[in-house]
């Protein structure tokens, strides 16, 4: 499914318009029009108990791209100097797409996006490859996942399983009476404060992560801040404030250090998603989080993650921690 070159068939490309690392894709409607043609016999249940159906669903996309739209996907993906791309559709507005709901249409677009990167790891909160989530006006859930009035700080995702988690994708699937709440994003190379943290003497050192009950993940597991290079001097990371668990003073300074410092970033950026809009990331070099959202009594966003990994990271050994 990889192109023979460059092109982008079906699909426009451009730069964010506050961080050129982030790329926008635009399907075309008519791309749009043939993959829902393809899919239009599957529904949301066919793909949830048919893994297979899920590589044909992205297969299809890839197709109505000329076989173009994977091979960008992955290279942007892997690319450090990239390494973020939000998708969107040229025209969304009906009600349902060639006779697909809208909303499971989009299911049915990021299970093929995510297939085209790569495989999903089995998301423990929900019990399938992918999960939804609400956020509304009130929550007493035990994560700041769905709390909306607050911000949720910067971090990476998977901290706290045993699996690889290379990449991250975010899908907002529907929106009601929200003001707020946009997506935060810091490259890590546009970090100031990266080498003071990356030279510190705990910044190889395994630390204890876990998580609470609704995460349904009933271990720990250890692992630095900093990961191994890919490359020589170029970090990638894995933190969340959350999960981490230090067990003495110093550890338990360092990270408190390390909060302050990336959440006064001044190189953190807000995007705000379109309904419908896919958010993918690679998640060991962003860091991502989500402002607060102004109060509203009838306040309803609808989410949904897939976490993942590249393909050749499939198999017994990604049983393993990172």
Same mark, same amino acid.
């Given at each position: 499914?990889?192109?023979?070159?460059?092109?982008?068939?079906?699909?426009?490309?451009?730069? /964010?318009?506050?961080?050129?690392?982030?790329?926008?894709?635009?399907?075309?409607? =008519?791309?749009? #029009?043939?993959?829902?043609?393809?899919?239009?016999?599957?529904?949301?249940?066919? &793909?949830?108990?048919?893994?297979?159906?899920?590589?044909?669903?992205?297969?299809?996309?890839?197709?109505?791209?000329?076989?173009?739209?994977?091979?960008?996907?992955?290279?942007?993906?892997?690319?450090?100097?990239?390494?973020?791309?939000?998708?969107?559709?040229?025209?969304?507005?009906?009600?349902? &797409?060639?006779? &697909?709901?809208?909303?499971?249409?989009?299911?049915? %677009?990021?299970?093929?996006?995510? /297939?085209?990167?790569?495989?999903?790891?089995?998301?423990?909160?929900?019990? =399938?490859?992918?999960?939804?989530?609400?956020?509304?006006?009130?929550?007493?859930?035990?994560?700041?996942?769905?709390?909306?009035?607050?911000?949720?700080?910067?971090?990476?995702?998977?901290? +706290?399983?045993?699996?690889?988690?290379?990449?991250?994708?975010?899908?907002?699937?529907?929106?009601?009476?929200?003001?707020?709440?946009?997506?935060? %994003?810091? /490259?890590?190379?546009?970090?100031?404060?990266?080498? #003071?943290?990356?030279?510190?003497?705990?910044? #190889?050192?395994?630390?204890?992560?876990?998580?609470?009950?609704?995460?349904?993940?009933?271990?720990?597991? +250890?692992?630095?801040?900093?990961?191994?290079?890919?490359?020589?001097?170029?970090?990638?990371?894995?933190?969340?404030?959350?999960?981490?668990?230090?067990?003495?003073?110093?550890?338990?300074?360092?990270?408190?250090?390390?909060?302050?410092?990336?959440?006064?970033?001044?190189?953190?950026?807000?995007?705000?998603?379109?309904?419908?809009?896919? %958010?993918?990331?690679?998640?060991?070099?962003?860091?991502?989080?989500?402002?607060?959202?102004?109060? /509203?009594?009838?306040?309803?966003?609808?989410?949904?993650?897939?976490?993942?990994?590249?393909?050749?990271?499939?198999?017994?050994?990604?049983?393993?921690?990172?």
């Amino acid at each position: 499914m990889t192109s023979t070159n460059n092109l982008s068939i079906g699909f426009k490309v451009s730069q /964010h318009k506050k961080n050129q690392r982030l790329q926008v894709i635009t399907l075309s409607q =008519k791309t749009v #029009k043939t993959f829902s043609e393809k899919i239009s016999q599957y529904n949301v249940q066919s &793909i949830e108990y048919k893994p297979f159906l899920r590589f044909y669903i992205a297969n299809s996309l890839n197709q109505a791209t000329k076989n173009t739209l994977g091979n960008y996907l992955l290279k942007t993906i892997k690319d450090r100097s990239t390494g973020a791309v939000i998708l969107e559709c040229e025209s969304m507005d009906d009600p349902s &797409i060639n006779g &697909i709901d809208f909303i499971d249409f989009n299911i049915l %677009l990021s299970t093929a996006i995510s /297939h085209l990167i790569g495989v999903p790891n089995l998301d423990s909160m929900s019990g =399938k490859f992918y999960a939804r989530f609400s956020v509304t006006n009130e929550d007493n859930s035990d994560s700041y996942l769905r709390q909306a009035h607050r911000r949720m700080e910067l971090h990476n995702d998977g901290t +706290y399983v045993k699996e690889l988690t290379d990449w991250v994708i975010m899908q907002k699937i529907l929106e009601v009476n929200v003001e707020g709440g946009d997506s935060l %994003l810091l /490259h890590v190379d546009d970090w100031q404060d990266l080498d #003071k943290f990356y030279q510190h003497p705990l910044a #190889k050192e395994n630390l204890q992560w876990g998580s609470p009950a609704s995460k349904n993940v009933g271990y720990k597991t +250890y692992h630095p801040i900093f990961l191994d290079e890919q490359v020589e001097g170029q970090p990638r990371m894995s933190f969340i404030d959350q999960f981490v668990e230090p067990l003495n003073m110093d550890q338990g300074l360092y990270l408190y250090e390390m909060g302050e410092s990336l959440e006064s970033e001044a190189n953190t950026f807000n995007v705000k998603l379109l309904e419908g809009s896919i %958010l993918i990331i690679n998640n060991y070099i962003w860091l991502h989080g989500r402002d607060k959202f102004i109060a /509203h009594q009838n306040l309803h966003r609808e989410l949904l993650r897939q976490r993942g990994v590249f393909v050749e990271n499939t198999g017994y050994e990604n049983n393993k921690n990172v």
